[in-house]
């Protein structure tokens, strides 16, 4: 097996070709379950923004930088460096410029940027993925350089499929540097999709709710020796059941947003009256102390469960929810103990199937041993709340992100 390897990227390019995605992370050297990459891939086929947290070194980056070449992996070089975009965010970014560029007036030409380059390229091949890698999202506010992208995300309708545009300069068309035709406006095209990386530091700043609303947030945390030096996972059963997703996302223009139709087939394809129940009783459980979601988030839970029905082995409603739970509910959770104590036991107890009364015997960090509980529904979140309700114990204060 051979690679090359791209300093400017900073990623490892496959000389090889394999359409089976797990076969393929493999053999690119890096530990990640079964699981972890089926819940990438589905979050990311349900809204093109995933935010990646974690540990330093537990792959976050890498998972999205492998995940892209194999998409992209019959592509030849040149081809494959216009659709995979390496950003690391700057500090200093206060505005849209460092991902966008900006107009020169003393030379009259536009400044183009990597991101710039990939989106108008995204525009001109609608029916292949773009995608772009911010890493250290978190550096800069992201509420400042990407708001323009969050905002256009959640404009895109069935009559605009592409949303609204950002303006980049002030004529008609303006060339750039590098001889491009600039727009003065452009859309963010449907096919592009974002992966932002965090780290959690004194150097880096807080996502906002309204950040962390429009996202699927997945969790890297975990480090097992054990199960590194035999690259097993056990507990796997929220798995592709076809390996082969290197088509699977091509978009479909007038479905590129999750919408209540995305609610209604998750309600008729799965037990609907227990979907129901169960999104239910977590606004229940939420609504008095504020703490609840909004139909997007309900839309986009959805969505995701429809496409779980559809590419998931032995497909379980729990099992989906489970990860919904945990990648787009609870990520919004931070505060102090008056806050968050109530609201974090009652989930805790929502978790287990008797509904049962919170006692210190519910705090259970071993994930492995509440995959195995038949008593536990949701055990993946379980295990986050308890690691959160622990901390706020300690500190006084729990935030999802750590």
Same mark, same amino acid.
């Given at each position: 097996?051979?690679?090359?390897?791209?300093?400017?990227?900073?990623?490892?390019?496959?000389?090889?070709?394999?359409?089976?995605?797990?076969?393929?992370?493999?053999?690119?050297?890096?530990?990640?379950?079964?699981?972890?990459?089926?819940?990438?891939?589905?979050?990311?086929?349900?809204?093109?923004?995933?935010?990646?947290?974690?540990?330093?070194?537990?792959?976050?980056?890498?998972?999205?930088?492998?995940?892209?070449?194999?998409?992209?992996?019959?592509?030849?070089?040149?081809?494959?460096?216009?659709?995979?975009?390496?950003?690391?965010?700057?500090?200093?970014?206060?505005?849209?410029?460092?991902?966008?560029?900006?107009?020169?007036?003393?030379?009259?030409?536009?400044?183009?940027?990597?991101?710039?380059?990939?989106?108008?390229?995204?525009?001109?091949?609608?029916?292949?993925?773009?995608?772009?890698?911010?890493?250290?999202?978190?550096?800069?506010?992201?509420?400042?350089?990407?708001?323009?992208?969050?905002?256009?995300?959640?404009?895109?309708?069935?009559?605009?499929?592409?949303?609204?545009?950002?303006?980049?300069?002030?004529?008609?068309?303006?060339?750039?540097?590098?001889?491009?035709?600039?727009?003065?406006?452009?859309?963010?095209?449907?096919?592009?999709?974002?992966?932002?990386?965090?780290?959690?530091?004194?150097?880096?700043?807080?996502?906002?709710?309204?950040?962390?609303?429009?996202?699927?947030?997945?969790?890297?945390?975990?480090?097992?020796?054990? @199960?590194?030096?035999?690259?097993?996972?056990?507990?796997?059963?929220?798995?592709?059941?076809?390996?082969?997703?290197?088509?699977?996302?091509?978009?479909?223009?007038?479905?590129?947003?999750?919408?209540?139709?995305?609610?209604?087939?998750?309600?008729?394809?799965?037990?609907?009256?227990?979907?129901?129940?169960?999104?239910?009783?977590?606004?229940?459980?939420?609504?008095?102390?504020?703490?609840?979601?909004?139909?997007?988030?309900?839309?986009?839970?959805? @969505?995701?469960?429809?496409?779980?029905?559809?590419?998931?082995?032995?497909?379980?409603?729990?099992?989906?929810?489970?990860?919904?739970?945990?990648?787009?509910?609870?990520?919004?959770?931070?505060?102090?103990?008056?806050?968050?104590?109530?609201?974090?036991?009652?989930?805790?107890?929502?978790?287990?199937?008797?509904?049962?009364?919170?006692?210190?015997?519910?705090?259970?960090?071993?994930?492995? @041993?509440?995959?195995?509980?038949?008593?536990?529904?949701?055990?993946?979140?379980?295990?986050?709340?308890?690691?959160?309700?622990?901390?706020?114990?300690?500190?006084?204060?729990?935030?999802?992100?750590?």
């Amino acid at each position: 097996m051979e690679f090359s390897f791209n300093e400017k990227k900073r990623t490892v390019k496959p000389l090889f070709s394999n359409k089976d995605i797990f076969y393929y992370f493999e053999k690119m050297g890096f530990f990640f379950s079964k699981e972890v990459i089926t819940r990438y891939y589905l979050s990311l086929k349900t809204k093109p923004f995933i935010i990646l947290t974690g540990i330093s070194g537990t792959g976050k980056t890498k998972i999205a930088q492998i995940f892209a070449d194999y998409i992209c992996q019959n592509d030849v070089p040149e081809e494959r460096s216009k659709r995979i975009v390496f950003i690391p965010v700057r500090p200093d970014w206060m505005d849209n410029r460092g991902l966008l560029g900006y107009y020169n007036l003393l030379d009259e030409k536009y400044h183009t940027t990597s991101l710039l380059e990939l989106l108008l390229e995204a525009k001109k091949n609608p029916d292949k993925p773009y995608f772009v890698i911010l890493d250290e999202m978190n550096l800069a506010k992201v509420e400042q350089y990407f708001s323009d992208f969050l905002s256009i995300m959640e404009s895109r309708t069935s009559s605009s499929p592409d949303g609204e545009p950002i303006p980049l300069c002030f004529s008609e068309s303006t060339e750039s540097r590098n001889g491009l035709s600039i727009p003065p406006k452009l859309n963010i095209p449907p096919n592009v999709y974002f992966t932002g990386t965090v780290n959690v530091d004194e150097s880096t700043y807080m996502f906002s709710p309204k950040v962390l609303d429009r996202a699927n947030v997945i969790e890297f945390n975990e480090v097992n020796l054990g @199960r590194y030096n035999s690259m097993l996972v056990q507990n796997e059963r929220f798995i592709l059941q076809d390996s082969d997703v290197t088509e699977g996302l091509s978009v479909v223009r007038d479905s590129s947003f999750c919408s209540k139709e995305d609610f209604t087939r998750a309600s008729e394809l799965t037990d609907g009256p227990l979907f129901l129940n169960i999104l239910g009783d977590i606004l229940n459980t939420l609504a008095p102390h504020t703490l609840h979601f909004g139909y997007r988030v309900i839309n986009e839970i959805s @969505r995701f469960i429809v496409y779980t029905n559809e590419a998931v082995r032995n497909f379980n409603l729990e099992d989906a929810l489970d990860i919904q739970i945990l990648q787009k509910i609870l990520p919004k959770f931070h505060g102090t103990q008056a806050k968050l104590e109530e609201p974090l036991k009652k989930l805790l107890e929502f978790c287990y199937r008797d509904h049962t009364v919170f006692n210190e015997s519910l705090l259970s960090r071993d994930l492995d @041993r509440l995959m195995e509980d038949k008593r536990v529904r949701f055990p993946r979140s379980a295990c986050k709340l308890s690691r959160m309700i622990n901390n706020l114990k300690i500190q006084g204060y729990t935030s999802y992100i750590e």
